[in-house]
């Protein structure tokens, strides 16, 4: 049974610095893409930062970009959010996501997601 487990979401202020971790178990983690999503109330949900399946390549949306880094750790079978500066518009329920064709880090495509995790960026 796949299973990805988000943690690190809170409240925070503006400037403030966050880490999601994502949880991986259940599969074969090396051999997904992985990505970050989120969804904002009212919004659909937007892609925002995606990884190959060995960390060599990323991808991070322009508004997040400079901001926040995807990065992964094969032994743990997580991968990461890095979000610093972060801002009142990043409010948002962020998701974990693995997609099986491992080089879509600039368009992962989700196999599987996780529950999510609430960010919330006070001003």
């Known amino acids: 049974q796949v299973q990805l487990v988000e943690s690190g979401g809170g409240l925070v202020q503006a400037g403030d610095s966050l880490r999601l971790s994502c949880a991986a178990s259940?599969?074969?983690?090396?051999?997904?893409?992985m990505g970050w999503f989120r969804q904002a109330p009212g919004k659909e949900r937007e892609f925002v930062a995606g990884i190959s399946w060995s960390g060599a390549r990323t991808f991070h949306t322009d508004s997040v970009k400079g901001r926040f880094t995807i990065s992964r750790d094969n032994a743990k079978n997580t991968v990461y959010l890095q979000m610093n500066s972060l801002k009142p518009e990043d409010t948002a329920v962020y998701y974990c996501?693995?997609?099986?064709?491992?080089?879509?880090?600039?368009?992962?495509?989700?196999?599987?997601w996780g529950q999510g995790t609430q960010v919330t960026v006070s001003s």
């Open positions: 259940g599969v074969t983690f090396s051999l997904y893409a």
């Open positions: 996501a693995a997609d099986a064709s491992k080089r879509n880090y600039n368009k992962v495509v989700p196999d599987y």
